[in-house]
């Protein structure tokens, strides 16, 4: 059997955020194919730790390196890496198509001041297609559903023609039929066209189901394994700080959690990692 390359390779990370540690000797390995599942409570680092793959973060000690090298030296292959960001970051009453949104992704390769041309558009309408919108590109952002707009985020990402994908709290405020629909496609993805895929999420439940590894963040990294391996009562108790409860549910038993600040106190799901 072939051995897997590393996509993304973190050795003794170290990240402060004015004084407040945010990760703390972070050692990673991504291979190529993988679908991750990033769970931690709140303020536990995830949003940062997907920030120091993005090259947004540089960490104060130790070396990163995304498809061999650190990513603020990717250059033009930077589009490599597609980035769906929190659903909360964004203004979604912006009087803008889904065809528009989706070319967004493109300016990352067209460089400044050049206009999308026909191969934009047609990567961009493929992208869509890839996510089940394209009968929707006309359509206005605004007019759309949740777990619409989530889709025309992940088809932005994807008109970029990317290896690896970012996904941070992609599934927030979608009901939990649509969630699973969600990480259906994900895992679709990930088969058709050979994505790495790393989706930042508080409900362990559901992603348990779809990924191929869940690794478990609250400053360090206490465990980068497959589902049944990490559900297990001492290693959540760990990382969350609190008790779980073990319910038999879908594919293989799930554990869920109340979400907690990891230090004890009680947080909503939802907020920055």
């Known amino acids: 059997m072939t051995a897997k390359t590393s996509v993304v390779k973190l ?3 170290w990240v402060t955020y004015h004084e407040t540690l945010a990760l703390r000797d972070v050692d990673m390995e991504i291979e190529d194919g993988e679908f991750l599942g990033l769970i931690g409570p709140n303020g536990s680092g995830k949003t940062t730790l997907i920030r120091v793959i993005l090259g947004l973060v540089k960490p104060d000690r130790g070396r990163v390196e995304v498809f061999g090298v650190p990513p603020d030296r990717l250059g033009a292959r930077h589009h490599l890496i597609g980035y769906v960001p929190q659903r909360s970051q964004g203004d979604w009453s912006f009087p ?3 065809m528009d949104v989706v070319l967004m992704g493109r300016y ?3 460089g400044l001041f050049r206009r ?3 191969a934009d558009r047609e990567a961009a309408m493929r992208a869509l297609e890839d996510v089940q919108m394209q009968d929707f590109a006309r359509r206005q952002l ?3 559903s949740g777990g619409q707009q989530q ?4 088809a932005r990402a994807l008109a970029t023609e990317p290896k690896l994908l970012l996904l941070d709290e992609p599934a927030a405020g979608v009901d939990a039929y649509g969630e699973e629909k969600f990480y259906e496609l994900l895992q679709g993805l990930k088969e058709q066209q050979g994505l790495t895929i790393v989706v930042v999420t508080h409900d362990i439940a559901v992603v348990s189901a779809y990924v191929e590894n869940l690794a478990c963040l609250n400053q360090t990294l206490y465990t980068h394994a497959p589902p049944s391996e990490v559900i ?3 290693t959540l108790e760990k990382v969350y700080g609190c008790e779980v409860e073990l319910l038999a549910h879908g594919r293989i038993p799930h554990r869920v959690v109340e979400e907690h600040d990891g230090h004890g106190g009680h947080n909503v799901p939802g907020g920055h990692g």
């Open 96 to 98: 803008v198509s889904v």
């Open 151 to 154: 889709r025309v985020l992940i």
């Open 142 to 144: 605004a007019e759309l």
């Open 232 to 234: 297990t009562a001492g």
């Open 11 to 13: 050795e003794g990370v």
């Open 108 to 110: 990352g390769r067209l």
């Open 116 to 118: 999308p041309g026909k």
